[in-house]
């Protein structure tokens, strides 16, 4: 009802519901001296904690003091309701039986992490230590609600596991449901050392194979694709996995490869042809009809039917390397500035946009990176990229430190005792490299343009080998960027760095002293 259309005393009813602190309408808390409160800053509110300036208590202080507009404990703001637990005697937010949020948290853990005997089943012992340790215990009451849309939650899922419905088994979680929950409490059990750590990309590639490889009608693509996918792309993939994390970008890659095997099956099938039937007439037609992407992702499982007898020895086209053009030296240093200076952007993205622009970094490198990367050798700070580590000039040292003190994702059992620099919303895991590749374009930063111009600039200062060892880039890699720079090593002894300092001329021979 509009206040417009109401009598004098509806109207003052709907007026006494605005809130006193913001004056939104909404649900409200009562017992405040200000008068009515909306949820949002009653919750805001609660989370104040300090020493009263009024009774001198280390408290909450949810109060406003008239005079001076501080913030104020219970007592002194003449509360008429308090917010002290019934259990632990904790003051802050209260839940039913006026328990706080750690002590409702702990019972709902309880409950559903029930063997059926009154207790939590030993084996889950460990991952309801790691989190009940959570900072915020209100994002993990949160995290156990149903979400809209879904038949099942996270809470579905944790019990269960307490009853032994789910095994703990890495394949269990394959088919559990909701998929992202069932993803996120497989990576919190991973990481309290209830289930051996995988690798998140495989676990990710076996749940898609399974889901993939559902809806396939026919029989016999169904064994082929799944003979490719298991006795090639995933050991290839665990092999990788030895030597340093899998990232996003080869993660999909082999995505694109099953899937695109999977359409040149069909294809051929509508052509009325198998693979053993097939011929070079039909390898050439389907590289006409598609794109570059999908010849390309095509090429490993063409190659491997080949090898393994179930393709004649055939001959795929080549593929030619396409490239951006860089960045113009003068954006990258203005657009350098412009990250320095703005404070009016998200420090995250600021501090990632730095380390494109000045070390050439591949964002799914940028994500690997922890805070012990970022070195303090006396006054001056480094970044280690390879080695030696870099040093980082002001003022991007004090931006780079500045976030490190100032990281996001902190305050869940996710990642409370993360050490990345940049870390994520999944339990031991960084954040999402094409979620901090959407940061840089809202910020501006073209990703590839701008470690192309920032990669040029160095290996026109020192030699290639050098800026490898640096940045942690292949030699070969180097060279190869160097070359397309247009810039040989001949050029380096005469760089600026090396010109002669103002007035100096070198010694002649018959100018020593040594000679008659």
């Given at each position: 009802?509009?206040?417009?259309?109401?009598?004098?005393?509806?109207?003052?009813?709907?007026?006494?519901?605005?809130?006193?602190?913001?004056?939104?309408?909404?649900?409200?808390?009562?017992?405040?001296?200000?008068?009515?409160?909306?949820?949002?800053?009653?919750?805001?509110?609660?989370?104040?904690?300090?020493?009263?300036?009024?009774?001198?208590?280390?408290?909450?202080?949810?109060?406003?003091?008239?005079?001076?507009?501080e913030?104020?404990?219970?007592?002194?703001a003449?509360?008429?309701?308090?917010?002290?637990?019934?259990?632990?005697?904790?003051?802050?937010?209260?839940?039913?039986?006026?328990l706080?949020?750690?002590?409702?948290?702990s019972?709902?853990?309880?409950?559903?992490?029930?063997?059926?005997t009154?207790?939590?089943?030993?084996?889950?012992?460990?991952?309801?230590?790691?989190?009940?340790?959570?900072?915020?215990?209100?994002?993990?009451?949160?995290?156990?609600?149903?979400?809209?849309?879904q038949?099942?939650?996270?809470?579905?899922?944790?019990?269960?596991?307490?009853?032994?419905?789910?095994?703990?088994?890495?394949?269990?979680?394959?088919?559990?449901?909701?998929?992202?929950?069932?993803a996120?409490?497989?990576?919190?059990?991973?990481?309290?050392?209830?289930?051996?750590?995988?690798?998140?990309?495989?676990?990710?590639?076996?749940?898609?194979?399974?889901?993939?490889?559902?809806?396939?009608?026919?029989?016999?693509?169904?064994?082929?694709?799944?003979?490719?996918?298991?006795?090639?792309?995933?050991?290839?993939?665990?092999?990788?996995?030895?030597?340093?994390?899998?990232?996003?970008?080869?993660?999909?890659?082999?995505?694109?490869?099953?899937?695109?095997?999977?359409?040149?099956?069909?294809?051929?099938?509508?052509?009325?042809?198998?693979?053993?039937?097939?011929?070079?007439?039909?390898?050439?037609?389907?590289?006409?009809?598609n794109?570059?992407?999908?010849?390309?992702?095509?090429?490993d499982?063409?190659?491997?039917?080949?090898?393994?007898?179930?393709?004649?020895?055939?001959?795929?086209?080549?593929?030619?390397?396409?490239?951006?053009?860089?960045?113009?030296?003068?954006?990258?240093?203005?657009?350098?500035?412009?990250?320095?200076?703005?404070?009016?952007?998200?420090?995250?993205?600021?501090?990632?946009?730095?380390?494109?622009?000045?070390?050439?970094?591949?964002?799914?490198?940028?994500v690997?990176?922890?805070?012990?990367?970022v070195?303090?050798?006396?006054?001056?700070?480094?970044?280690?990229?390879?080695?030696?580590?870099?040093?980082?000039?002001?003022?991007?040292?004090?931006?780079?430190?500045?976030?490190?003190?100032?990281?996001?994702?902190?305050?869940?059992?996710?990642?409370?005792?993360?050490?990345?620099?940049?870390?994520?919303?999944?339990?031991?895991?960084?954040?999402?490299?094409?979620?901090?590749?959407?940061?840089?374009?809202?910020?501006?930063?073209?990703?590839?343009?701008?470690?192309?111009?920032?990669?040029?600039q160095?290996?026109?200062?020192?030699?290639?080998?050098?800026?490898?060892?640096?940045?942690?880039?292949?030699?070969?890699?180097?060279?190869?960027?160097?070359?397309?720079?247009?810039?040989?090593?001949?050029?380096?002894?005469?760089?600026?760095?090396?010109?002669?300092?103002?007035?100096?001329?070198?010694?002649?021979?018959?100018?020593?002293?040594?000679?008659?």
């Amino acid at each position: 009802m509009s206040p417009a259309y109401c009598t004098d005393e509806q109207f003052e009813r709907w007026f006494k519901k605005t809130c006193a602190r913001c004056g939104r309408f909404g649900c409200f808390a009562a017992g405040w001296p200000d008068g009515h409160v909306c949820r949002t800053c009653h919750d805001r509110a609660l989370k104040v904690r300090g020493r009263c300036p009024g009774c001198n208590d280390e408290r909450i202080l949810p109060g406003i003091d008239p005079g001076s507009r501080e913030p104020i404990c219970t007592d002194c703001a003449g509360f008429s309701t308090g917010y002290r637990c019934a259990r632990c005697d904790r003051e802050g937010k209260l839940h039913a039986r006026r328990l706080c949020t750690p002590c409702t948290f702990s019972d709902r853990l309880a409950e559903l992490l029930d063997d059926g005997t009154g207790r939590i089943r030993p084996e889950l012992v460990r991952f309801a230590e790691h989190m009940l340790a959570m900072n915020n215990p209100l994002s993990g009451l949160k995290w156990l609600n149903p979400r809209k849309g879904q038949s099942r939650s996270p809470a579905d899922l944790l019990r269960d596991l307490g009853r032994g419905n789910i095994e703990l088994t890495h394949a269990a979680f394959h088919t559990a449901e909701p998929w992202r929950a069932a993803a996120h409490l497989r990576e919190l059990l991973m990481a309290c050392g209830v289930l051996p750590v995988i690798d998140k990309q495989i676990c990710g590639f076996e749940r898609w194979l399974i889901n993939h490889l559902a809806p396939i009608d026919n029989a016999d693509h169904t064994q082929t694709i799944r003979r490719y996918a298991t006795w090639h792309v995933l050991p290839r993939l665990r092999g990788a996995a030895e030597q340093k994390p899998i990232t996003q970008a080869s993660r999909s890659f082999a995505d694109d490869q099953v899937r695109q095997a999977t359409r040149f099956l069909e294809w051929l099938a509508a052509q009325g042809i198998t693979l053993e039937t097939c011929g070079q007439a039909e390898i050439d037609l389907w590289h006409a009809e598609n794109t570059t992407h999908r010849r390309r992702a095509l090429r490993d499982f063409l190659l491997w039917c080949i090898e393994s007898k179930l393709l004649r020895r055939l001959r795929l086209p080549t593929f030619e390397s396409r490239r951006r053009s860089p960045m113009p030296p003068e954006d990258r240093i203005a657009l350098i500035g412009r990250v320095l200076t703005d404070d009016d952007q998200p420090l995250r993205s600021r501090a990632a946009a730095i380390i494109v622009l000045l070390y050439a970094q591949p964002l799914s490198r940028i994500v690997r990176l922890t805070i012990d990367d970022v070195v303090h050798d006396g006054d001056q700070v480094l970044l280690r990229l390879g080695e030696p580590p870099s040093p980082i000039p002001q003022p991007a040292a004090d931006l780079l430190l500045a976030w490190i003190d100032n990281r996001t994702n902190m305050n869940t059992a996710t990642n409370r005792n993360s050490r990345w620099l940049f870390p994520g919303r999944r339990a031991g895991q960084p954040m999402h490299a094409a979620t901090l590749g959407g940061l840089l374009r809202a910020l501006g930063v073209a990703n590839l343009a701008g470690r192309t111009s920032a990669m040029r600039q160095h290996v026109q200062q020192m030699p290639a080998p050098v800026v490898a060892d640096a940045l942690g880039y292949h030699h070969v890699t180097a060279t190869r960027l160097a070359a397309e720079a247009a810039t040989t090593w001949n050029r380096y002894v005469t760089a600026p760095r090396f010109r002669s300092p103002d007035g100096w001329s070198p010694s002649r021979t018959r100018d020593s002293p040594h000679q008659p």
